[in-house]
């Protein structure tokens, strides 16, 4: 799709220094056991903010005054990322998230070595306008061997979106800047590969972080973490995560 290409263009232009500067690497290689064993974030010196309101992110997926946030920091070609989506995340949510016990946020981190990250990021983005973010989320990591620009004009047919509203959305500097947004609020909590996770809670309007970890993690260490935050009390040296809208 023409619209497309000048959109990553656009971006390219826009933040191209940015992404050359954020040194970011391949997709994380851990194993489930790096969830457990990661530091509680506090030393990478991230000030505490305000969250912005969540309740109408169409990012975010349960209830908006469930007691554990997970914020999800991924990228639409990582094949890791995909297989979190395509296999664990139908059971956190149908465990978890659709319970009342998890809210999941998503957010952007494409890796420079990605040429099609952030032209997905857009895409999805701009299909959060019209209503469709999660269905094009789940599409571009179902077929992330496949993202290009005539993956997204199907797939903005086949989710029956507004063609001239997206092709306006892609073309729209503001695209570019939210995902340069979620870059850069990852970078300030030293996360630099994907996927990466930030386990926290709701806490009067905040979300107060526990902890962070990088790399895939299966079904159960998920569970396990979650488990162990809904057991236990907040822990006075969380910090605040202002998590964008």
Same mark, same amino acid.
């Given at each position: 799709? &023409? =619209?497309?290409?000048?959109?990553? +263009?656009?971006?390219? /232009? ?5 992404? %050359?500067?954020? $040194? ?66 139908? &059971? =956190?949510?149908?465990?978890?998230? +659709?319970?009342?016990? /998890? ?5 952007? %981190?494409?890796? $420079? ?133």
């Amino acid at each position: 799709m &023409k =619209l497309i290409r000048r959109a990553r +263009d656009c971006f390219r /232009v826009l933040v191209g220094t940015s992404l %050359l500067l954020t $040194a970011l690497t391949g997709c994380a290689l851990h194993t489930k056991q790096d969830v457990e064993t990661v530091s509680t974030v506090g030393g990478h010196g991230a000030n505490p903010a305000v969250a912005r309101p969540t309740v109408t992110d169409p990012r975010s997926l349960g209830r908006d005054d469930a007691p554990i946030v997970i914020v999800e920091y991924s990228d639409y070609q990582c094949p890791y990322c995909s297989q979190f989506h395509t296999h664990v995340l139908p &059971k =956190l949510k149908s465990v978890y998230i +659709d319970t009342g016990k /998890v809210r999941l946020i998503f957010r952007d %981190l494409p890796l $420079a070595i990605h040429r099609e990250s952030v032209p997905a990021a857009i895409t999805a983005h701009c299909a959060a306008e019209q209503g469709k973010f999660w269905e094009m989320n789940a599409a571009l990591f179902a077929k992330y061997r496949e993202l290009g620009p005539e993956l997204y004009e199907r797939l903005v047919q086949t989710l029956n979106l507004d063609t001239d509203k997206f092709g306006t959305c892609v073309q729209s500097p503001s695209s570019g800047k939210s995902v340069q947004r979620d870059m850069q609020e990852a970078r300030r909590y030293g996360l630099k590969s994907t996927p990466s996770f930030i386990f926290g809670r709701f806490d009067k309007g905040k979300v107060a972080i526990h902890r962070a970890a990088s790399g895939y993690a299966d079904f159960e260490t998920l569970a396990r973490e979650i488990d162990n935050l809904l057991a236990t009390t907040p822990a006075s040296g969380e910090r605040l995560l202002p998590v964008q809208k």
